[in-house]
C-alpha cells in the first residue's frame, strides 16, 4: 500500500506542477513586472540629490507601481475576494497597495535631495520588497489553487489589457 500512497503523492505534484505551467500567463506577467518594479528601486536608489536621473526614475517607477496595482486589483484580487479562501489574502494585499500608494505620495510632495526623501524612499522600497515577496511565496501559489487553468489565462489576458491602458 505504501506504494500507492507514493504513486498517488507523486500524480498530485506532477498534476500540480502541470497546472501551474497552464496558468503561468498571468503569474508570469506578475513577476515580470515585479522584476521591473526591483530594478527601479535599485536604479532610484543609487540615484542622488534632486537629479533629473531620481525624478525620471521615480516617475517611471510610480507609474509601473500604479499600472501594476490597478492590474493586479482587477484581474486577480477582485476574483480572489470572491472566493472564501482567497478573501483575506487579497484584501491584505490590497490593503498593501494602498500603503505604498500613500508612502509615493508622501515622497512625489518632498524635495527629492532631502534627508527625509531618502529615508521615506528606503520605507518604500522595505514595503515594495516585502509585498512582492509575499505575493510570490504567498499569494500566487494560494490564487494558483483557487482558479482553474481557463480561469487563470482569462486572468493573464485582462491583466495585460488593464496594464496596457493604464496611463
Known sequence: MPSTNSNSQSG????HTAR????????????A????????????SETQGDSKDRRDLFVRLRTELDA??????????????ATEDGRERARHSVHEHEQIDDILAD??????????????FATLRDKVEHHLE???????????ELF????????????E???ADAP
Do not use: C
Open 33 to 44: 513586472g515585479h522584476q521591473r518594479q526591483r530594478r527601479l528601486l535599485e536604479l532610484l
Open 12 to 15: 498530485k505534484n506532477a498534476k
Open 134 to 144: 509575499e505575493e510570490e511565496s504567498k499569494v500566487f501559489p494560494l490564487a494558483s
Open 161 to 163: 489589457e488593464i496594464h
Open 68 to 81: 501594476h496595482a490597478e492590474a493586479e486589483e482587477r484581474a486577480l484580487y477582485s476574483r480572489m475576494m
Open 107 to 120: 515622497l512625489d510632495q518632498m524635495d527629492y535631495s532631502s534627508t527625509g526623501w531618502l529615508n521615506r
Open 20 to 31: 501551474q505551467a497552464a496558468q503561468a500567463d498571468i503569474f508570469d506577467e506578475l513577476i
Open 148 to 159: 482553474s487553468n481557463q480561469k487563470a489565462r482569462e486572468m493573464g489576458e485582462r491583466f
